[in-house]
């Protein structure tokens, strides 16, 4: 299990910028990542600013809960508490597939503890899985050696968006970072496109 702090810049860009930000800066990693986001027919979760998620990787998986951080260091960007299991990828697969048919299971591990302390046992036992996502992870080496995350992201209908994440402990490189890459691929942050939420985006566009 590991619970950290994340406080990251989120930007949706067009595929243009998301192309020219690919080709611009050296690759750490590449990857894809399937996403099964689960709540209760009443969205209870993200009623109180949760989320429950389980990821799938090529040779393994992880079950994630992200909730709002109730005292943040800063306001400007997203913040939230972040809480990982890792997860045999033929365990997560067997969870999956059970919640694909119907079939009830419970979280168990640090996720399942914080569901069962934070929410009543009727939510708990009443989540289900409501929609999906695929996303392509790039990886990069931004400017003041800060790292860059790239997104593209395909959901359940059949969209797909492009997104920048600039993740730091400390919010005003994120600021500085996000101003250069502003300039040198001339696109800006605005409400419309800033810290708009991985999950209610797939929850908005699923069937």
Request: aromatic share 10%; hydrophobic share 30%; proline share 3%.
């Amino acid at each position: 299990m590991t619970k950290n702090i994340e406080i990251e810049s989120k930007t949706l860009i067009t595929q243009d910028t998301y192309e020219k930000m690919v080709a611009a800066f050296a690759k750490k990693s590449e990857y894809i990542q399937q996403n099964f986001y689960f709540d209760t027919p009443n969205l209870d979760l993200a009623n109180n600013y949760s989320s429950v998620r389980i990821r799938v990787y090529v040779e393994h998986a992880e079950q994630t809960l992200k909730a709002k951080e109730k005292d943040p260091k800063q306001n400007k960007y997203h913040e939230v508490v972040e809480i990982n299991d890792l997860l045999p990828l033929a365990q997560a697969e067997q969870m999956v597939h059970a919640a694909q048919d119907k079939e009830h299971f419970t979280f168990g591990g640090d996720v399942g503890n914080y569901l069962n302390k934070h929410f009543d046992k009727e939510i708990v036992n009443t989540l289900e899985l409501r929609t999906w996502s695929k996303t392509r992870r790039i990886m990069a080496d931004g400017p003041d050696k800060c790292d860059l995350t790239l997104d593209l992201t395909e959901y359940e209908d059949g969209f797909c968006d492009f997104e920048l994440e600039i993740e730091n402990d400390d919010p005003s490189l994120i600021k500085k970072v996000l101003g250069e890459l502003q300039k040198q691929f001339n696109f800006k942050s605005t409400p419309e496109n800033t810290n708009q939420n991985k999950v209610e985006r797939a929850f908005t566009h699923s069937k």
